[in-house]
Each structure stands twice: as C-alpha cells, then as structure tokens.
C-alpha cells in the first residue's frame, strides 16, 4: 500500500470516528474531496477501494460508492448541471429504462428499480438506440420503495416522458460494461470492510466471553471459527487489491469477476460464522454485529452475486477451453474482452 | 494478516511463463508425460533432469551451486506452470523447494559443495523426516533419535510417510538429541541422511489409490559425520519451522487437482449450460488462490517473512484442491474411473481417492486452523 493510499484511509476513519452530526460528516466528506477519487490519474480505483471499505468498517448510512460512481461517470462523459453529490443506477440487463429522441430533446422511457434514496437525482447509464449513454435525471417520481436487508431504503422510480436537460446526457465515453464493473468492485471493496469489522467483533468478543472459567477463544471448535472468518478476510482482501490495481493498470474485469463473486460468497459464510460465536448478543440489535452481518447479507447481491459472475466466468473458461490458465494469470487484453462479450449478454436484474 | 497486499504486474511475468510453457509443450509433444494429479508425487528422474537443463530447478540458488539466480517470484511462477501442466516433478520437487534452502542457510560448505549442484541438476531427490508412527501434527513429540559417536552421530528409530523415500538420494531428519528441557521444543536437531549408506532401510506402503508414494523408514545406527548436521545441534526446531513455510505456501498447495479442471474444459465431455456457473466458480477460486500465494512470494522476495499468510493459502488452497473433482464429478454428470480409457474419468478417479490427503500433509486442517486462529484472537 502506497502512503498516499495509506492516508486517505487513516483520513476518512478520522472523519468517520469523528462524525456525530451525519449532515456535518457529508460536507466533511465532500470538502475533502473523496467523491472526487475516481477523476485521479493515478491509484483511482486503489484509493477508491480503500475509502468505502473504510467507511464500511465503520457502517456509515452516507453513501459513498454511488457519487463516486455518479461524479466519475458524469465527469468522464461531460455532463454539466450535475450536483457535486448525486446517486448513481443501473437499468439492469436486458435494461427496464431507456433514452429516446422526441421533437429533437431527449426523453427516458421505462422504468429504474433499486434506485438508492437520495435528494439529489441520479446519473444512470441508459440506452439510446442500443448505445449505452450517462444521463442525469434531475427528479423522478416515484413507483414506491423498499428496504434492503441492511436498512437502506430504495426506490422504485417512473422513466416515463422526462426531459432531458441540455448537457444532461452523452454517450458513454467508455466501454459498455464498465459501469458494471466497476460498480461491482466497489461493492466488493463495501463487503470487505464489513468483514473485517465482524472479524475485529468475533476475535474480540471470543477473547473476552468466558465460559467453563475461561475465554471461548480457548476452545479449540471457536478457534476453527474464528480461523475461517481470517481467512474469507484475507481472500477477499487479496482478491479486492488485486482487482484494484488491475484496474489501475486498465484492465480489471477478471479480477473484479473474482473479486465479486468471491466477496459475495464468504459473505454469507461470515456472517453466519460471526453470528455462532456471538451467540445471542449478536443476533440482538443491542450489539452491532447485525448492523454489519446485514449489509453483509444485502450488498452481496448487488450489481452482480456469485452466481452471475461465476456464471460469466465459467462461460469465458469454457470458450477458453485448454487455454482457460493462460487466461487467468496472464491477464492479457484478450482475456477482459471475451469477459466483456460475455457480460454484454447476460441478464441481470438490479 | 494481508494487511499490505503484495502484488507483482502479471505482464512482466509473461515471458517467462512463455519460456516453461514452450519447454513443456515440447515434453507434452512427445509423449514425455501425462497431465495428472498430484504430480508433485510423480517421480521421473529424467523428466527433472531436462527440467534442470532448461534452467528450471534451482532457480533462487546461487550461480556458485550450479543455481539460476533468479528471484522467488520467477521460481513461483514456474512451479505454478509446472504444477498446472500436471508434469512429473517429484523428482527434483522437494529438494528445490525446501531442503535446498535449508542446506544453504544451515549446511557446512562442504555439503553445500556436494549437494546442491546436484539438486540444481535436477538429479538429486529428498525426503522429508518429520512424521513418525506417534508423530504426526504433534511433531515436537519426535522419538528418532541421535547420541553423538565417533565424530558425529548415529540415528536410531522410524520415519514414517515419507514420500518417495525408496526412489530418494537423501533425507532431512528431525531428531531427538538430548532431554525435552527446558521445554520440549529445546535439543531436537536436523541431519541430512544419504538413504544409500548403510544403517538404514526403507519400506515402500502402498496408498488407497495402489501407488507406492510413501514409505517407512527406520534406522538402526545411521552414522552422520559432523558435516552433515544441518545448523547447531539442538537448534532443530526452528529449523524445521522455517522449512514448513516452505512447505505450506507454494502453488502445490492448490494445483493438485487442476488437471482435472483442464481435462473437463478440453471439451471431450460437454459442460452442461446450467453447469457454467459451478465451472466458473472452480475457475474464480483458482484465480483467488493464485493471487494469495503469489502474494505470499512476492512479500517473501520483498524481504519480509509472511508465515501466517502461506498458512491461510494453505488452509484455503487444500479445501479447493479438495473440492474440485467433487465439483466437476457433480456438475458434469460423469463417474470417475480407474483405467476407463476416458481420460477425465480417470484423472477424477484418481483425483478422488488423493483427495483426503491434501489436508493432511504439511500440517492437517485443524492444526492449520490453530495456528490462524491464535493469530488473529491475539491481535
């Protein structure tokens, strides 16, 4: 990890631990410019990974992920009009919202589901004619909402007639599946740091809990436990950077395939692990294990869960047949492209 | 553990994945070997000899002892591509991956001299003593033992699984050579055994799968000379700690089964579509585990010593190595075999029946999962 990595994390986690007023937190975060960390030149999607992991530790209900997504986005295709602070959505594959022309303005058509709550309208990727553009829809009204298992509220949200503004909308500068993965990365790097916090939280408490006269973490079957927490921890952390720095270098589907699939898996095997050596505490909302084991068990189902990106991934090795292990660790350009065809034509609801 | 992520730049490892696998499609074109299992375990002198000759075992020895010096990633990088090839490496395997190491920390130069040339030829196999009939993940509780006699010292007791010990030059043996104090850990110490002298004999046990891979071995009076004790005597134990890592970091803890992989996406027996996201779950992990213990030698060329994290690719890479034939057996709907004449049903009978031993040796699962365990509690 590079210093500069190394202090956007131990800046964000200062503003976090430091954030009683959540309107105050935001403006902190803005004013330091971490909605801003995809434009960089360099280490964007490192440091990007190390923020919302960070601010996944700590649970915050500001989001972060998707401005990133939407300032990057609206920055790259040169969209004007778009707040310093919007959210971000996806029409999902085969795509339930879409752009058309009408007496020569444009207008959305369809509908987003899942759209994260927010004031501020959105920038989704919607197509016009089959071509992927990046939109900025001011206001929307609503079809109703729902809660995740993690709390956060989505909406559901009517595409039907709305006006485009002028320098709302432009063709998506990069390629169409791009969004996905990216968004999917930051997700995987959102899990990451909710892991890590049931791990400090399991560790601890199996330390702590005495039974029998002694610590729990002194039998050997809690040991085993808190053994396999370590080592979904760890594999996700490796698959993560990995994912991160490959994007760096402009590649990255691979690794974020990986890095997704193999963060929303142990998922579930964390969470599920945390919770047997907590006990009953943690299944209470006295104790915040549950804040963390719920996003755990939300997140791991956005923009893509395992079995989508196992499902692309195993496509890809089966075209790639005798050379599916040149693919994998060689990284080549050819090996994201066959990914990339792949993922074009998968479904994936929102 | 992972705390800093260690990566290397897969594009600048590719040139010399270009050198191995050309040198092993030339052996594959002319029939030299077969793709299997385990082929850690499968022994072909000659095969490692051309190995060797194409500069492909000892790799991180110096140039003085016939070695390649090159880095500890490169060396990974080959034992990756030789391990997923499925090519017959037991031969040079141990000795280029732990004793070689150890002979040049911990061996008089005498021995250096004499030895590892031979193992950078890849004409020179060792065994490992650790296990015992009584010593198995308990290993501090080792019974063989050594009193010092006529300068140097003579071995009394048994080895037991020691691999390949009837087809071996030499072994590295964990004996006892004074009391357990001040604690059981203190007075074990390390010897290199020439299995070709007199005072020893090896007993070849066949395993579930039929092959003769393992073996008993017993000693009755073995003379080591004093150059050829492996660092000072009653240092032993961290010795041989420093060689488990060693032992439990490498792409042999996660390859082991992938011919079986490559066999299924050659395409003699379709994958059923519904079947694409259980393949591509086997390929996704691969592709994890091979990042971690890349990881790990990257960190280990970058001078540090990460022993934690070559135990969590251990644990993780041996349930992979694990599930994988049980995997494709499911998802393509095929039964394995023994000498069906189908290649992938064999490769998944015998892929099968090693299975349960990838997470016994190097150090079971549970004592694996000890040692994570007290890793992060103490945190």
């Not at chain 1, 006295?286 to 196992?310: A, H, I, K």
């Not at chain 2, 001299?113 to 290993?139: H, K, N, W, Y």
Request: aromatic share 6%; hydrophobic share 45%; charged share 20%.
């Amino acid at each position: 990890m590079t210093d500069s990595i190394a202090l956007a994390e131990a800046s964000i986690d200062r503003l976090l631990q430091r954030g009683t007023d959540r309107d105050q937190t935001g403006a902190d975060l803005l004013s330091a410019g971490m909605f801003d960390v995809l434009l960089a030149e360099e280490q964007a999607f490192e440091t990007a990974a190390a923020l919302v992991k960070v601010a996944a530790r700590h649970a915050t209900d500001l989001p972060l992920s998707g401005p990133m997504m939407a300032r990057w986005l609206a920055d790259r295709a040169g969209l004007t009009g778009v707040p310093e602070v919007a959210g971000f959505a996806l029409p999902g594959n085969p795509p339930t919202g879409w752009l058309e022309r009408s007496d020569g303005r444009l207008v959305t058509a369809g509908y987003l589901q899942g759209v994260p709550d927010g004031p501020n309208g959105l920038v989704a990727v919607l197509p016009l004619d089959g071509a992927p553009w990046v939109v900025f829809i001011a206001k929307a009204s609503g079809l109703g909402e729902a809660h995740d298992l993690a709390g956060q509220r989505h909406r559901s949200i009517v595409l039907d007639g709305l006006t485009i503004a002028d320098g709302g909308a432009a063709p998506l500068p990069i390629t169409a599946s791009t969004p996905l993965v990216v968004a999917a990365f930051l997700t995987a790097a959102q899990l990451l740091g909710a892991m890590e916090t049931c791990l400090t939280l399991s560790t601890r408490y199996a330390g702590e809990r005495r039974q029998f006269g002694r610590p729990i973490a002194q039998f050997q079957a809690v040991q085993h436990l808190c053994a396999r927490i370590a080592v979904g921890v760890a594999t996700v952390r490796v698959a993560v950077t990995h994912a991160a720095r490959a994007l760096d270098r402009g590649g990255g589907v691979l690794e974020v395939a990986i890095a997704k699939s193999k963060a929303s898996e142990i998922a579930e095997e964390i969470a599920a692990v945390a919770h047997q050596i907590h006990g009953a505490i943690g299944f209470t909302n006295e104790y915040p294990l549950g804040v963390f084991t719920r996003r755990l068990l939300s997140w791991r189902d956005e923009y893509g869960d395992e079995t989508f990106w196992n499902g692309i991934v195993g496509t890809a090795a089966i075209r790639w047949s005798t050379q599916t292990w040149s693919h994998l660790v060689d990284a080549g350009p050819g090996t994201d492209d066959d990914l990339r065809a792949v993922l074009d034509n998968a479904d994936l609801v929102p | 553990m992972f705390e800093h992520v260690h990566t290397s730049d897969p594009r600048e490892l590719r040139s010399l994945r270009g050198e191995i696998r050309a040198f092993l499609a030339e052996e594959l074109a002319r029939g030299a070997f077969k793709p299997a299992p385990n082929s850690w375990m499968i022994h072909d002198r000659e095969f490692s000899k051309r190995c060797a000759a194409a500069g492909f075992v000892g790799m991180i020895l110096p140039t003085a002892f016939g070695g390649r010096g090159r880095t500890i990633v490169e060396r990974h990088v080959v034992f990756e591509e030789l391990l997923a090839a499925g090519a017959p490496v037991a031969a040079h395997w141990i000795a280029d991956r732990q004793s070689a190491p150890q002979i040049l920390r911990h061996g008089s130069e005498e021995l250096k001299q004499r030895v590892l040339p031979r193992i950078a030829a890849g004409d020179c196999t060792f065994a490992i003593g650790m296990s015992e009939p009584d010593v198995g993940s308990d290993l501090a509780s080792v019974k063989t033992r050594a009193e010092a006699s006529d300068g140097g010292w003579r071995l009394y007791g048994t080895k037991l699984w020691t691999s390949n010990a009837q087809r071996a030059d030499y072994m590295v043996a964990l004996c006892r050579t004074g009391a357990p104090e001040p604690n059981r850990h203190s007075n074990l110490t390390q010897f290199l055994v020439d299995l070709r002298r007199p005072g020893v004999s090896v007993r070849p046990i066949q395993n579930i799968n039929g092959d003769e891979d393992f073996c008993e071995v017993h000693f009755d009076g073995y003379h080591v000379p004093d150059s050829e004790v492996l660092g000072k005597p009653g240092d032993g134990w961290a010795l041989v700690m420093r060689e488990l890592v060693a032992e439990r970091s490498g792409p042999d803890r996660f390859l082991s089964t992938y011919p079986v992989l490559a066999r299924a996406l050659a395409g003699s027996h379709p994958v059923p579509l519904r079947a694409a996201a259980e393949i591509g779950r086997l390929v996704v992990n691969l592709g994890a585990l091979q990042a971690m213990s890349l990881s790990v030698a990257t960190a280990a060329q970058s001078g540090h010593s990460p022993e934690i994290e070559a135990i969590i690719v251990k644990d993780a890479g041996t349930t992979f190595e694990q599930e994988l034939p049980a995997v494709v057996r499911k998802a393509l709907g095929i039964r394995p075999g023994r000498s069906t004449g189908d290649d992938l049903r064999d490769l998944l009978g015998t892929a099968l029946l090693y299975a349960p031993s990838f997470s016994l040796r190097g150090g079971t699962r549970e004592i694996i999962r000890g040692i994570i365990a007290r890793a992060v509690i103490s945190q």
